[in-house]
């Protein structure tokens, strides 16, 4: 393989892991408060089925989506869903005050009834990582590997391992990406800009299907919208960071 092709694939690979590592810690508080009235050992049951869901849920999500990647209306449909959990996300959380809804009696769902709702989280989690990380890898050059499912072997395989290692961030390292959130909050809320942004690339990507040709076929693929991609990324993820300095600085003081 050529090394120029190489080191796309490593980088691509690298921005998922660090996208798939602060969605974990996000999507690991969700399911930490789902399973928190559980006892201990149920509550640690719960959490092994969620994971091992989550694995089923999106090796299965990619595999049927790489049968589908090439329809306009899937990629126009996932561009769409992209950017709408991004701005439902951060207009839920920093615009829109929450209101504080009266805590009454309800009955507290059993273990299967956990579980269940565990992987039901799981699904949309699935459906949410492989989305941004088909946009990501979908315009990556193709390789020698054959294809896997509907999409080129390469591509399928860095997105797999991608997801793959996202769920060990989750498992094992969730506790350090939540504390690194906590520390850095604006990190939180440029994850969620940088899925709206590769929803967007996906858009592009759409524009550009043969079938539509509102945008040139080779655009997607161009040195100048992939600069212009990944510094726009690279430009939210130093936001995220330097705005969560500036809030500490103006905490100390």
């Known amino acids: 393989m ?61 595999f049927v989506i790489s049968f589908l990647v090439d329809v306009w209306q899937v990629q126009a449909i996932g561009a769409i869903y992209l950017l709408f959990i991004s701005l439902n996300h951060i207009l839920r959380k920093y615009v829109f005050k929450r209101q504080k809804v009266k805590k009454e009696k309800e009955k507290k769902a059993g273990f299967w009834g956990t579980v ?40 399928f395989l860095v997105i797999f391992a991608g997801g793959l290692i996202g769920l060990i961030i989750m498992r094992f390292a969730a506790n350090l990406f939540v504390a690194l959130l906590k520390s850095r909050p604006g990190l939180e809320i440029a994850a969620f800009l940088i899925v709206g942004w590769v929803g967007v690339k996906l858009l592009v990507y759409t524009l550009a299907h043969p079938q539509l040709g509102i945008l040139p076929e080779t655009f997607p693929k161009s040195t100048e919208w992939k ?27």
């Open 2 to 62: 050529d090394v120029s092709i190489l080191l796309e694939y490593t980088w691509v690979l690298l921005l998922l892991v660090a996208l798939e590592g602060l969605l974990a810690a996000d999507n690991a508080l969700v399911l930490a408060i789902m399973v928190k009235h559980l006892p201990e050992k149920e509550r640690k049951k719960a959490l092994f089925y969620g994971l091992a869901g989550a694995f089923v849920f999106r090796f299965g999500s990619l």
């Open 116 to 155: 269940l709702k565990v992987e039901l989280a799981d699904i949309a989690f699935a459906v949410d990582s492989i989305l941004a990380a088909v946009a990501l890898a979908v315009t990556l050059p193709d390789t020698p590997l054959p294809t896997i499912g509907g999409l080129d072997g390469g591509k």
């Open 227 to 253: 600069v212009t991609f990944y510094v726009v990324l690279l430009l939210i993820a130093a936001g995220g960071w330097f705005f969560s300095k500036v809030q500490e600085e103006e905490a100390i003081n």
